[in-house]
């Protein structure tokens, strides 16, 4: 008989389920402006007002992520993001984009047979500018749009690199890096004053009045 009554309770908490999820009008999970003015059958969706960035690269798109200090005077610098690369050798031509935990993040080559194919020479100044149009444009496709390149202020810079450069500059995206937003200091406990951080200034008789 116990068994009965559950199975009759779970069955009408089922159709009270049910009824109210037809009377209630659905929620978007992401947000889009195309929705409001959309006429198919999704039209009646709710924008939901909570947005969860996942993107484990926010706080350096944003600046605040920490980079790695102390490396400002040495060669080859660290302290950065995302660092472009260009390497040129006697038979190919390479760039990458490198994470500062060392990890190549995008690149281009010209091994690439439909990089190889359209090029006459794989070492010219044309081969340089074309890994950097191909470099540039895979760059905007994964969201960056700010990498730090220490050849571009050498004065000796050659013609191969300069081409390399103003392809990434063509599609506009900066060779230099924001600086690290440090955040206002906060000070902690004072064991030393009469009230500590964030502590309402309050008299009490005994504090360890139990």
């Not at 031509?93 to 439909?114: I, N, P, Q, R």
């Not at 050659?158 to 200091?185: D, G």
């Not at 406990?189 to 500590?196: A, F, S, T, W």
Request: glycine share 2%; hydrophobic share 35%; aromatic share 10%.
């Amino acid at each position: 008989m116990a068994k009965f009554l559950k199975l009759i309770s779970s069955a009408s908490q089922i159709e009270a389920i049910h009824t109210l999820s037809t009377q209630l009008k659905h929620v978007r999970c992401l947000s889009t402006s195309s929705v409001c003015l959309s006429t198919s059958d999704n039209s009646d969706y709710v924008i939901s007002p909570v947005y969860h960035n996942r993107n484990p690269r926010n706080l350096e798109k944003l600046a605040y992520a920490r980079k790695r200090l102390g490396w400002k005077f040495q060669s080859p610098r660290k302290d950065y993001y995302h660092k472009l690369v260009l390497q040129r050798s006697s038979r190919h031509t390479k760039a990458w984009v490198e994470h500062f935990t060392g990890k190549v993040v995008l690149s281009a080559s010209t091994d690439e047979s439909a990089i190889s194919s359209q090029l006459n020479s794989l070492t010219d100044v044309s081969a340089s500018e074309n890994v950097g149009r191909v470099l540039a444009q895979r760059c905007l496709e994964s969201g960056i749009t700010e990498v730090f390149f220490d050849e571009d202020s050498d004065p000796a810079i050659s013609e191969r690199v300069k081409s390399f450069v103003e392809a990434f500059r063509a599609l506009n995206i900066s060779l230099t890096e924001p600086e690290m937003k440090i955040p206002e200091y906060r000070p902690g406990i004072n064991y030393e004053g009469y009230n500590r951080y964030a502590e309402p200034k309050s008299w009490k008789e005994d504090y360890q009045d139990i």
